[in-house]
């Protein structure tokens, strides 16, 4: 397919994905501010069976809500998301527990997938995040020689990380999270399971925020 095509068809995706979130928020608020007495049994909501074991996470193992990412660390919407991500954590703080999959596309963002596997060099020294973050934070610049100066920029002892990039250590990991990611249907970046509840694209804090409160709203 085409790398034009690609985009456009990604860039349709997200928007209807976008649509539906925002539609679900809309009907959230008419919910709260209206009186409405339900007599039916609700059918139970879908939530997707995520494998996460082993994948880098942050927060509180045991928190009432597990977000799992699907990102791609060439991709400009999951760059855009880090600032909503970080102001989840603060505004719930130990209530998420954040994990981390890859999902490089090849087809778009040949890079990405290399990125992916030096992050998890970088997560056998214990600095996974710093890592994550730092890539963003220099992205699109994820190229070879990038990668190595990053590390060295985080901390990392570089020779060791050179030894475990060289080697493909991580090879297999980053692929198992791309058939994962295949298994449950996702098709773009950035992608998330909040609590198993598909939500995709780069959306607004505050859908994420209302579904966050309403699985919060659940376990009390």
Same mark, same amino acid.
């Given at each position: 397919?085409?790398?034009?095509?690609?985009?456009?068809?990604?860039?349709?995706?997200?928007?209807?994905?976008?649509?539906?979130?925002?539609?679900?928020?809309?009907? =959230?608020?008419?919910?709260?501010?209206?009186?409405?007495?339900t007599?039916?049994?609700?059918?139970?909501l879908?939530r997707?069976?995520?494998?996460?074991?082993?994948?880098?996470? *942050?927060?509180?193992?045991?928190?009432?809500?597990?977000?799992?990412?699907?990102?791609?660390?060439?991709?400009?919407?999951?760059?855009?998301?880090?600032?909503?991500?970080?102001?989840?954590?603060?505004?719930?703080?130990? &209530?998420?527990?954040?994990?981390?999959?890859?999902?490089?596309?090849?087809?778009?963002?040949?890079?990405?997938?290399r990125?992916?596997?030096?992050?998890?060099?970088?997560?056998e020294?214990?600095?996974?995040?710093?890592?994550?973050?730092?890539?963003?934070?220099?992205?699109p610049?994820?190229?070879?020689?990038?990668?190595?100066?990053l590390? &060295?920029?985080?901390?990392?002892?570089?020779?060791?990380?050179?030894?475990?990039?060289?080697?493909?250590?991580? *090879?297999?990991?980053?692929?198992?999270?791309?058939?994962?990611?295949? =298994?449950?249907?996702?098709?773009?970046?950035?992608?998330?399971?909040?609590?198993?509840?598909?939500?995709?694209?780069?959306?607004?804090?505050?859908?994420?925020?209302?579904?966050?409160?309403?699985?919060?709203?659940?376990?009390?």
């Open positions: 397919m085409d790398p034009k095509e690609s985009r456009e068809q990604i860039r349709e995706f997200l928007r209807n994905r976008k649509i539906e979130a925002q539609k679900a928020l809309y009907l =959230k608020s008419l919910r709260s501010n209206s009186r409405i007495e007599y039916l049994k609700l059918p139970p879908f997707a069976e995520v494998p996460i074991s082993g994948a880098p996470s *942050k927060g509180p193992e045991y928190a009432p809500v597990t977000i799992v990412k699907f990102e791609d660390f060439q991709c400009p919407f999951c760059k855009e998301f880090q600032p909503t991500v970080k102001e989840l954590l603060s505004r719930y703080n130990d &209530k998420i527990r954040l994990v981390h999959k890859d999902l490089p596309l090849d087809s778009i963002h040949p890079q990405a997938r990125a992916a596997e030096a992050a998890r060099c970088a997560d020294q214990g600095k996974f995040w710093s890592y994550h973050d730092i890539l963003y934070a220099n992205y610049k994820v190229g070879e020689e990038n990668l190595k100066n590390a &060295k920029e985080v901390g990392l002892d570089v020779n060791a990380f050179d030894r475990c990039l060289s080697s493909g250590k991580f *090879k297999t990991t980053v692929q198992r999270d791309l058939i994962d990611g295949a =298994k449950l249907g996702v098709t773009g970046t950035p992608t998330f399971f909040i609590n198993g509840r598909e939500i995709s694209g780069n959306q607004d804090l505050e859908i994420f925020g209302a579904i966050i409160d309403e699985e919060l709203g659940r376990t009390r």
